[in-house]
């Protein structure tokens, strides 16, 4: 007997060949680079937009000094008791936080995470064009994707040298070879008559702290 | 509905020679309605509240897509990038499923063909059992509703529960999709009230109908289902044959839910979702948002690629489903129905399908695309074959190609499927006789003065303004759609020659 997997190749080989073999070739002429040089103050900007534009609340900071108080003060205001961070999170990060710290080392289960109140995390790029960021789990700041996705507050911190305009200038920044989610303002549906309402699934609450202190 | 009275598909014969393409098993009927696009449509028309919703949603989407469309200075350039890649991607479909097949098993992922719907059902069902578990969380996904894989693993006794916003609302109502992204858009705020309300366990009996609300009714009702799932099922958006990479781009969260939280992950993909690169998805992670949601950015999109050890489900399995599709490739204009990305852009646009919504459509897939990819997935099985009139709910004004982000030629196809239609006619139409009839009439001026007369008494059926019908066979059809302003009391020859004498 032939296998599925034989009898389907040899479908498609043939009706390939039925309906045209020779692939165009693709004209690469949209940008491949965005208005913006990446971690420039325009990029910069224009990210706080797009971020605002779709729900997040951005704050900017103007060095890593002033992280540790952003992070505390995002927290208290969101009435946070509790905050878990991916092992590869800055300690002095959490530093001035009131909220007691939860590691995720050993991984703390799916109903641990229920009962945590918010994430802490880094991001691997972020995109001004669209107002997203994008978490790689395998890069120690950011962490296996159940953290950041079971817990209803997300505080993301965001540097200016992780910042680039467009989208291809980010997925060339980008190694798919781990999981990746791209963040772009939080949880939405458009699915009532087509209008936007954030707040479902995902983290519903979206904080975005902006390190665009220095001109990079 | 059942699934006997709607299976045609499944029951026609399908003894095949390797290696023939074949047209698409449609065992629940979800490729092909029960009555032809006409009859569905009139009957659509007269919903008024249906009308109100549909032309809500879409003037709302259109205005979005516009805006976030106008944004972009090299749309154009990427519209054609993506038409072109999709070509290419058609014309090396065997060769890159077979590296997708070899990078996602190299990074620890199980890959399953499937000759159709059946056996893609059959696959899914085997790995659910393989588990255990009596219950799987799904994010939307449009391979898995033409299969009909939730009748299928119900058959199983294993609850298939979505958990796409509008996936759920019209699973609760136990009605079935309308359109690709939004499959509840025929639904307004207040009906999706009375559905929760009626249909949701432990619902807060004074929800109102605030969106918002709505939505966190939703989270409440999923949230424990999400914590404790054991097996998700999803589909694809873009499958990376390079890496292995796997993406679904989505917006509530549910989709990461499924993705992330169950021990075992199974995807179920049509074949021509593929893309060579990783780099290539820098042109369509830009088009597609914007032509379906119209937002910069969906809210979430996902990649994976294999499994990683401590990180998501740590079994996946990736289902390849043919279904048809190498039907479509043969054909070297209809293959570009393949090139979908599934954003209902043209759906949104579409007059046709703005007042009939998608149900009139038979097909899980509607709209304009719909019209053309239905009855080349199914085939046309004889004249009397309902996906035989898709490709006529269309006034060919080709909005849906100016809307489409990969350029499908909408409108060229359909006028393609006409003809296939027309070819699948064993016996001559009331349409061919009445061709016939006037190619004759029309053979000679002389012919054709007689016959020029002899409309003038069309004029008696037109006492009102319009001519609503006309007596005759194959009148009654082509009036069933139309009313014609009656014919002139003088001809245009007629007008001529005497305007020709007083001079």
């Known amino acids: 007997m032939t296998s599925a997997r034989d009898e389907v190749l040899a479908r498609l080989r043939a009706a390939r060949d039925a309906g045209g073999s ?54 208290a205001d969101a009435g946070a008791t509790t905050v878990v961070a991916p092992p590869g999170v800055p300690e002095r990060w959490l530093a001035e936080a009131t909220a007691s710290v939860r590691s995720d080392d050993p991984p703390l289960s799916v109903a641990d995470l229920d009962r945590v109140d918010a994430v802490v995390t880094g991001a691997a790029v972020a995109i001004a064009d669209t107002g997203t960021f994008v978490l790689d789990a395998l890069a120690p700041d950011q962490g296996r994707r159940a953290i950041s996705l079971v817990p209803d507050h997300h505080v993301c911190v965001v540097r200016a040298a992780e910042v680039v305009s467009s989208v291809p200038e980010a997925l060339a920044r980008l190694d798919p070879d781990g999981p990746l989610t791209f963040v772009s303002g939080p949880s939405a549906t458009s699915d009532i008559e087509l209008d936007r309402v954030e707040g479902v699934h995902g983290p519903r609450r979206l904080d975005v702290v902006l390190v665009a202190g220095h001109e990079v | ?75 154009e350039e990427l519209r054609r990038a993506g038409e072109c890649l999709k070509a290419g991607v058609m014309a090396r479909l065997p060769e890159l499923l077979e590296q997708l097949e070899a990078s996602v098993t190299a990074r620890g992922g199980v890959v399953h063909w499937a000759r159709d719907a059946q056996e893609a059902n059959r696959i899914v069902v085997d790995l659910v059992r393989a588990t255990g578990a009596d219950e799987v969380v799904k994010v939307k996904s449009m391979a898995t509703q033409e299969t009909g894989l939730n009748e299928a693993l119900g058959e199983a006794g294993i609850a298939a529960l979505e958990t796409d916003l509008a996936e759920l609302i019209v699973q609760l109502s136990d009605d079935t999709p309308s359109h690709f992204l939004v499959p509840a858009i025929h639904r307004n705020r207040s009906e999706i009230r009375d559905i929760f309300l009626r249909e949701m366990p432990g619902v807060d009996p004074d929800l109102t109908d605030e969106p918002r609300r709505l939505a966190m009714a939703a989270r409440a009702h999923l949230r424990r289902k999400f914590l404790s799932a054991r097996v998700g099922i999803s589909g694809v958006n873009f499958a990376v044959a390079d890496s292995g990479t796997i993406s679904v781009v989505e917006s509530e969260g549910n989709g990461r839910m499924c993705l992330t939280l169950p021990d075992t992950l199974i995807t179920v993909m049509g074949v021509e979702k593929i893309v060579p690169t990783w780099s290539d998805l820098e042109v369509f992670l830009q088009l597609l948002p914007r032509s379906s949601t119209g937002e910069r950015m969906n809210p979430y999109t996902s990649t994976w690629s294999g499994v990683t050890p401590g990180d998501g489900p740590q079994a996946f399995h990736l289902v390849l489903l043919d279904n048809g599709r190498s039907n479509v490739l043969a054909s070297p204009d209809g293959r570009q129905a393949l090139h979908c990305i599934r954003c209902s852009a043209c759906l949104n646009v579409c007059p046709v399908y703005e007042r009939t919504g998608g149900h009139a459509y038979g097909s899980i897939y509607p709209g304009p695309i719909g019209a053309v990819l239905s009855p080349q997935l199914t085939g046309i099985d004889g004249p009397d074959d309902v996906n035989a009139s898709l490709p006529y709910a269309s006034s060919l004004c080709g909005a849906c190609f100016d809307a489409c982000p990969v350029r499908i030629d909408i409108p060229h196809l359909l006028v393609q499927q006409r003809a296939a239609a027309v070819a699948a006619h064993g016996r001559p139409t009331a349409q061919d006789l009445a061709m016939r009839a006037a190619a004759a009439a029309m053979a000679t001026p002389g012919r054709f003065s007689l016959l020029e007369r002899a409309m003038k008494l069309g004029r008696l059926f037109g006492r009102s303004g319009r001519i609503r019908s006309v007596p005759g066979p194959g009148a009654a059809a082509w009036f069933g759609a139309r009313d014609m302003p009656p014919p002139p009391a003088e001809t245009f020859r007629e007008w001529w020659a005497r305007r020709q004498e007083r001079s």
């Open chain 1, 22 to 75: 020779t692939p165009p070739e693709v004209p690469r002429t949209y940008r491949r680079t965005g208005s913006h040089a990446p971690g420039s103050a325009g990029a910069v900007d224009r990210l706080e937009e797009t971020l605002t534009d779709y729900r997040a609340t951005v704050h900017r900071v103007a060095g890593e000094d002033g992280v540790p108080a952003a992070i505390a003060r995002v927290l």
């Open chain 2, 1 to 75: 509905m059942t699934t006997t009275d709607r299976g045609r598909g499944a029951q026609r014969s399908r003894t095949v020679e390797l290696g023939m393409p074949t047209v698409a098993s449609d065992p629940h009927g979800h490729l092909r309605g029960r009555e032809p696009f006409p009859v569905a449509a009139h009957r659509a028309l007269a919903d008024t509240q249906l009308r109100q919703n549909l032309g809500h949603a879409t003037r709302t989407i259109r205005a979005k897509r516009a805006a976030v469309v106008g944004e972009v200075d090299d749309w």
